[in-house]
């Protein structure tokens, strides 16, 4: 495979934070390989299967969680790091391991944790995503934790841009194996970053039209998703209205994958290093400037009309309410807790409530639901509307 330049190398990785000393061979994997077996074999990936998505605890099969979100990613983010010629493995490690650190219920159950943490520090599912793939997540006998390499951390880190003001958890982190906070991130953490926008502008539009929460022609109010669902109609004038949907989604895909990849390389110009692609000073993988409006205008139209539908809005103050007196049960009566969890809880402040949060935000939202009624007898109503 070519590798590019301005690509990670996993010969030359910075390294780990633990040593690890291990009798036998470790096979033909790169380093970056291993850091993508290692999330997908752990827990906290697998998890991910029963979050939420866009819906919360969706009855049916049909709609996406966490973890087929992250397999798409992941998809798209080998496309184009193929094309860009940097490095796949570690590209698809970030894309699956992006979303490690939501709790139950997606955004409603992070925020209610920043409620009820605010006084411990708060709560951010991407620090808590680096707290638990380094420290939380820890199946080897020699470390805690799964011990990535500093080119996976520094991109799950950041994989956003610089952190200026990092929290609590990922502060820990840093002083114990310094991420660089202050500068951009590989290509590869670029890429999985865009992938992600990618995947969800797009098939969140395919899980609200099957939902009935989005409208086909409400939709087409975008002129650039009407010009290319007449030309779908165009090509197919026969097909079923849901297999023309599904090819539209699929047609949007390829649209943003190409424009990013002409823009990127434009960017690229001069920029000979991995070296040189954290000391740009800027994002170098992107849309084109015409894309970047069109998908603006695309997440704008997404949030009025899906993500704060009224029906989203009153489940998600229903999923609040449910991470928000499990938290309070936890603290009144630790008890309550399972025994492993009970053993290690901490005596002082902050750092039990930062322990009761871990525990819940590895929670899958059918177990926090079953949770919430082993302790108060009853869960909230309603808390699935798909």
């Not at 698809?92 to 997606?106: K, Q, R, T, V």
């Not at 709560?123 to 011990?147: F, I, K, M």
């Not at 500068?183 to 992938?195: D, F, G, K, R, Y």
Request: proline residues 5%; charged residues 30%; aromatic residues 8%.
């Amino acid at each position: 495979m070519h590798r590019a330049p301005y690509a990670s190398d996993p010969a030359a990785s910075r390294g780990r934070e633990f040593n690890e000393e291990r009798e036998g061979s470790r096979g033909p994997r790169s380093e970056f390989q291993r850091d993508r077996d290692r999330i997908v074999h752990s827990i906290a990936f697998r998890r991910l299967r029963s979050k939420t998505q866009v819906f919360i605890a969706p009855d049916g099969d049909h709609y996406r969680t966490r973890l087929t979100h992250s397999i798409e990613v992941a998809q798209i983010g080998r496309v184009l790091a193929r094309e860009l010629g940097l490095d796949e493995d570690l590209t698809e490690a970030l894309c699956l391991g992006h979303d490690i650190g939501h709790p139950p219920f997606g955004h409603a159950g992070e925020k209610a944790l920043e409620d009820a943490m605010a006084h411990a520090g708060g709560y951010d599912h991407n620090a808590q995503g680096l707290r638990t793939l380094a420290r939380l997540e820890s199946p080897y006998c020699d470390h805690e934790g799964l011990n990535l390499t500093w080119e996976t951390l520094e991109g799950l880190a950041k994989h956003n841009g610089p952190v200026s003001a990092p929290n609590w958890a990922l502060a820990e982190i840093d002083r114990a194996f310094a991420l660089d906070l202050s500068t951009w991130p590989s290509l590869e953490a670029q890429v999985a970053a865009i992938a992600d926008d990618i995947a969800y502008d797009n098939h969140d539009i395919d899980d609200g039209l099957r939902a009935g929460f989005l409208d086909l022609e409400d939709l087409l109010a975008l002129d650039w998703l009407a010009e290319q669902w007449r030309a779908v109609e165009k090509r197919f004038p026969h097909a079923p209205r849901e297999r023309q949907l599904r090819e539209l989604v699929r047609t949007q895909i390829g649209l943003m994958v190409n424009d990013l990849l002409s823009h990127t390389r434009r960017q690229l110009g001069g920029i000979d290093s991995v070296e040189g692609v954290r000391g740009a000073g800027r994002q170098l993988a992107g849309f084109s400037p015409a894309m970047q409006d069109q998908e603006r205008a695309l997440k704008r139209f997404m949030y009025d009309r899906l993500y704060y539908h009224k029906e989203q809005i009153d489940t998600a103050e229903r999923a609040r309410d449910v991470i928000s007196r499990l938290f309070a049960a936890y603290h009144q009566d630790p008890t309550t807790m399972p025994d492993a969890w009970l053993a290690s809880l901490p005596e002082q402040q902050p750092e039990r409530s930062r322990h009761i949060a871990d525990f819940i935000a590895g929670m899958t939202d059918r177990y926090a639901i079953d949770q919430c009624r082993r302790i108060y007898g009853r869960a909230p109503e309603g808390l699935s509307n798909v």
